[in-house]
């Protein structure tokens, strides 16, 4: 079973579960969804329930929140976080303000999915990774399912939320294979997983660069060093209490965020660890992001921009053998 | 095609809901330069008609979404005056917990949505509501109200494809008093008929004397009634005229005080007065009493209200209760 499998079994148990869910969004039923995620659905639920858009992401996002108001369970796909950009304003200025501008009377069990992400040589307009920035408002929950079991497991507690939930599918992830048991098991939408422990530096990521973040423990391990992966899993809100846990344990942190690095979810939490760990910590905190570049087409320059194992190995190697950080000697952003 | 003729309870009633909805907003004029009253106060004063002719044609069970000149909508519509003027004063007795103040009054149980201050931001909710008492069954329909100014936004044209695709029960409800902010609709659109906008989608729309109490209800009634049965939206264009400034905050440098004169003779509490006859010198001093004794009532609650404790700043931000 590959990632995409395990998003439609989940999508599918959740329309099976309760008539109140509805999935929409462009051509995720006659076209079977962008990324094949919706394949088979609008065969099985029809299409009331697996509804066709056109191609206008402010109404049907404004329409899932409404539709959520109105008493339905809403699942609204919008293609990319790329496209997400025209549903800004339903997304910040009524998902995440109508419960709190109404003094707590409206609920929005709103679910909001995406795919995000570089890496497919698609060139800057469908490669943005804004997830960091969705996290920055209050009112919104950010998903952002790294695995199987999260693909499977998140979709069901987001809409029990009575939140607009967003939820990140990095778009590298879809074709990942697995394996799930038949009785998928239950994961929570509230806590970060530590999904390799260790004892000398934590790796801090979230998403697609989970799997880039568990390579380069291996090769530390080669190295010697005994590297604890921390899977974010929710990025709105942080899980504060594993940050904590895991940095006053190895008392170092490299953050990996495929966002850029100014103003972005990894300076996030890097602020976090200096206000909660910083007596504990024995190196400067380490990030390793995209370079400041809108996202090339070429795929060496890809390559480049975006986070790689290199990277993360290189970092954590200065956090452990206490070597100057690489960004401040090159005097990079 | 004149609408029919009210009896005279009925036209008293509108008379009172116009009347109320004027004097509120003169009160709020008055505390607002008390520094009673902040923010942005959009006023609705010479539009009142259209509000109240419009809820008149609307059911219990349906939703309404306004922008933020709502105060109308929200009175008319039946939130209690002294809920809406403490939230003018911020009190944790608004309607919004004092959370949102002038431009976003909500209602839950009488499904007033609100209240959006973001132009056209309004309207995809608006569908989506719609689309949820479809899917449920409801006969239900949802009247979105905005103004001409939001006819150049993405979210109409959106909106209203969306609604007009999958025939949901809209009635798209356009105030058009001529000014968005200090910019005349002909500056603003290339088409400035506004139901060939809508035709285009097509949908049934009218356009209708916005100052004419009874055509509003009646054109609202018709349009509703085709909404209902599932013949999917309609749009009306209410012609309108806002006869204070936009806000609080402007020196109405972009029209003339002559036209602003001309239009008082279309005031719309005054047309209703002339066009029904039986409504006597008694009758008035009766509404004007009535309102009077409201409004004294309301602002008295305002003033003593309570203001939320700042210790709960940070609730409301994720809903409180439990999911039905
Ligand atoms: C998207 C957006 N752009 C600009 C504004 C600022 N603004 C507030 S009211 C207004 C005019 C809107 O005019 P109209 O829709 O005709 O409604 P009216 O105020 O006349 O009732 C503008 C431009 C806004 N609130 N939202």
Same mark, same amino acid.
């Given at each position: 079973?590959?990632?995409?499998?395990?998003?439609?079994?989940?999508?599918?148990?959740?329309?099976?579960?309760?008539?109140?869910?509805?999935?929409?969004?462009?051509?995720?039923?006659?076209?079977?969804?962008?990324?094949?995620?919706?394949?088979?659905?609008?065969?099985?639920?029809?299409?009331?329930?697996?509804?066709?858009?056109?191609?206008?992401?402010?109404?049907?996002?404004?329409?899932?929140?409404?539709?959520?108001?109105?008493?339905?369970?809403?699942?609204?796909?919008?293609?990319?976080?790329?496209?997400?950009?025209?549903?800004?304003?339903?997304?910040?200025?009524?998902?995440?303000?109508?419960?709190?501008?109404?003094?707590?009377?409206?609920?929005?069990?709103?679910?909001?999915?995406?795919?995000?992400?570089?890496?497919?040589? *698609? =060139? !800057?307009?469908?490669?943005?990774?804004? &997830? %960091?920035?969705? $996290?920055?408002?209050?009112? +919104? /929950?950010? #998903?952002? @399912?790294?695995?199987?079991?999260?693909?499977?497991?998140?979709?069901?507690?987001?809409?029990?939320?009575?939140?607009?939930?967003?939820?990140?599918?990095?778009?590298?992830?879809?074709?990942?294979?697995?394996?799930?048991?038949?009785?998928?098991?239950?994961?929570?939408?509230?806590?970060?997983?530590?999904?390799?422990?260790?004892?000398?530096?934590?790796?801090?990521?979230?998403?697609?660069?989970?799997?880039?973040? *568990? =390579? !380069?423990?291996?090769?530390?391990?080669? &190295? %010697?060093?005994? $590297?604890?992966?921390?899977? +974010? /899993?929710? #990025?709105? @809100?942080?899980?504060?209490?594993?940050?904590?846990?895991?940095?006053?344990?190895?008392?170092?942190?490299?953050?990996?965020?495929?966002?850029?690095?100014?103003?972005?979810?990894?300076?996030?939490?890097?602020?976090?660890?200096?206000?909660?760990?910083?007596?504990?910590?024995?190196?400067?905190?380490?990030?390793?992001?995209?370079?400041?570049?809108?996202?090339?087409?070429?795929?060496?320059?890809?390559?480049?921009? *975006?986070?790689?194992?290199?990277?993360?190995?290189?970092?954590?190697?200065?956090?452990?053998?206490?070597?100057?950080?690489?960004?401040?000697?090159?005097?990079?952003? | 095609?004149?609408?029919?003729?009210?009896?005279?309870?009925?036209?008293?009633?509108?008379?009172?809901?116009?009347?109320?909805?004027?004097?509120?907003?003169?009160?709020?004029?008055?505390?607002?330069?008390?520094?009673?009253?902040?923010?942005?106060?959009?006023?609705?004063?010479?539009?009142?008609?259209?509000?109240?002719?419009?809820?008149?044609?609307?059911?219990?069970?349906?939703?309404?979404?306004?922008?933020?000149?709502?105060?109308?909508?929200?009175?008319?519509?039946?939130?209690?005056?002294?809920?809406?003027?403490?939230?003018?004063?911020?009190?944790?007795?608004?309607?919004?917990?004092?959370?949102?103040?002038?431009?976003?009054?909500?209602?839950?149980?009488?499904?007033?949505?609100?209240?959006?201050?973001?132009?056209?931001?309004?309207?995809?909710?608006?569908?989506?509501?719609?689309?949820?008492?479809?899917?449920?069954?409801?006969?239900?329909?949802?009247?979105?109200?905005?103004?001409?100014?939001?006819?150049?936004?993405?979210?109409?044209?959106?909106?209203?494809?969306?609604?007009?695709?999958?025939?949901?029960?809209?009635?798209?409800?356009?105030?058009?008093?001529?000014?968005?902010?200090?910019?005349?609709?002909?500056?603003?659109?290339?088409?400035?008929?506004?139901?060939?906008?809508?035709?285009?989608?097509?949908?049934?729309?009218?356009?209708?004397?916005?100052?004419?109490?009874?055509?509003?209800?009646?054109?609202?009634?018709?349009?509703?009634?085709?909404?209902?049965?599932?013949?999917?939206?309609?749009?009306?264009?209410?012609?309108?005229?806002?006869?204070?400034?936009?806000?609080?905050?402007?020196?109405?440098?972009?029209?003339?005080?002559?036209?602003?004169?001309?239009?008082?003779?279309?005031?719309?509490?005054?047309?209703?007065?002339?066009?029904?006859?039986?409504?006597?010198?008694?009758?008035?001093?009766?509404?004007?009493?009535?309102?009077?004794?409201?409004?004294?009532?309301?602002?008295?609650?305002?003033?003593?209200?309570?203001?939320?404790?700042?210790?709960?700043?940070?609730?409301?931000?994720?809903?409180?209760?439990?999911?039905?």
């Amino acid at each position: 079973m590959t990632y995409r499998d395990a998003m439609r079994e989940a999508l599918r148990d959740a329309l099976r579960r309760d008539e109140r869910v509805f999935l929409m969004g462009e051509d995720v039923g006659r076209y079977g969804g962008c990324f094949g995620v919706s394949k088979g659905l609008l065969d099985e639920f029809g299409p009331e329930r697996v509804r066709d858009t056109p191609l206008s992401e402010s109404a049907f996002v404004g329409a899932g929140i409404g539709a959520a108001m109105g008493g339905m369970r809403p699942v609204v796909e919008i293609m990319t976080v790329n496209f997400s950009l025209l549903a800004l304003d339903q997304i910040v200025n009524n998902a995440a303000t109508l419960t709190h501008m109404s003094g707590g009377q409206l609920a929005i069990p709103l679910v909001i999915r995406m795919t995000t992400g570089a890496g497919r040589q *698609l =060139a !800057a307009q469908h490669s943005h990774s804004l &997830e %960091g920035w969705y $996290a920055h408002i209050p009112g +919104l /929950r950010i #998903l952002t @399912p790294a695995t199987l079991e999260d693909a499977r497991g998140m979709l069901w507690p987001a809409l029990c939320d009575p939140n607009p939930v967003l939820i990140f599918e990095h778009g590298a992830l879809y074709n990942m294979e697995g394996e799930l048991p038949e009785e998928p098991p239950e994961v929570d939408i509230e806590s970060a997983m530590v999904r390799r422990p260790g004892d000398d530096v934590s790796l801090i990521t979230y998403g697609g660069t989970l799997w880039k973040a *568990l =390579a !380069a423990a291996d090769e530390l391990a080669g &190295e %010697g060093i005994s $590297a604890e992966v921390l899977d +974010l /899993r929710v #990025l709105r @809100p942080l899980d504060d209490a594993a940050l904590e846990a895991s940095v006053t344990k190895t008392h170092r942190a490299v953050i990996v965020d495929e966002g850029w690095r100014s103003g972005s979810l990894s300076a996030e939490v890097a602020a976090r660890l200096t206000e909660r760990c910083f007596y504990d910590l024995d190196a400067p905190v380490e990030r390793v992001c995209s370079e400041e570049v809108p996202v090339p087409y070429a795929k060496h320059l890809e390559e480049e921009a *975006l986070p790689q194992v290199d990277d993360i190995v290189t970092a954590a190697m200065r956090t452990v053998r206490g070597q100057v950080p690489q960004a401040a000697e090159a005097g990079r952003v | 095609m004149s609408a029919p003729a009210p009896t005279a309870e009925h036209a008293r009633d509108l008379l009172r809901e116009m009347v109320r909805i004027r004097r509120f907003e003169e009160r709020c004029v008055e505390l607002y330069s008390a520094s009673k009253i902040r923010g942005f106060l959009h006023l609705y004063i010479g539009e009142e008609a259209v509000a109240v002719g419009a809820m008149q044609a609307l059911a219990p069970g349906d939703a309404v979404v306004a922008t933020y000149r709502e105060h109308g909508h929200a009175l008319a519509r039946g939130v209690p005056s002294d809920c809406v003027m403490a939230e003018m004063f911020g009190r944790v007795e608004g309607c919004s917990g004092g959370r949102g103040g002038s431009m976003h009054l909500f209602h839950a149980p009488l499904r007033f949505y609100g209240g959006n201050a973001i132009v056209g931001g309004g309207l995809p909710p608006a569908v989506g509501l719609a689309l949820a008492d479809r899917m449920r069954g409801a006969d239900t329909v949802t009247a979105c109200f905005f103004g001409e100014g939001a006819v150049a936004e993405g979210e109409f044209h959106e909106s209203m494809n969306l609604a007009a695709l999958w025939r949901l029960p809209v009635l798209f409800l356009c105030e058009n008093n001529l000014y968005a902010m200090g910019t005349a609709l002909e500056r603003s659109e290339s088409e400035t008929q506004l139901t060939l906008k809508a035709a285009s989608y097509e949908m049934p729309a009218w356009s209708v004397d916005g100052m004419d109490v009874l055509a509003v209800e009646d054109a609202v009634r018709r349009a509703a009634v085709s909404v209902r049965a599932g013949g999917g939206p309609s749009f009306l264009e209410l012609r309108t005229y806002r006869f204070r400034a936009h806000s609080m905050y402007d020196p109405e440098l972009y029209r003339a005080k002559e036209e602003v004169e001309r239009w008082k003779q279309e005031d719309p509490i005054e047309r209703l007065v002339a066009a029904v006859g039986d409504l006597s010198a008694d009758d008035l001093d009766a509404v004007e009493s009535e309102v009077a004794a409201e409004l004294d009532a309301a602002v008295a609650a305002a003033e003593a209200g309570s203001l939320e404790p700042a210790s709960d700043l940070t609730r409301h931000v994720t809903y409180e209760g439990a999911l039905a």
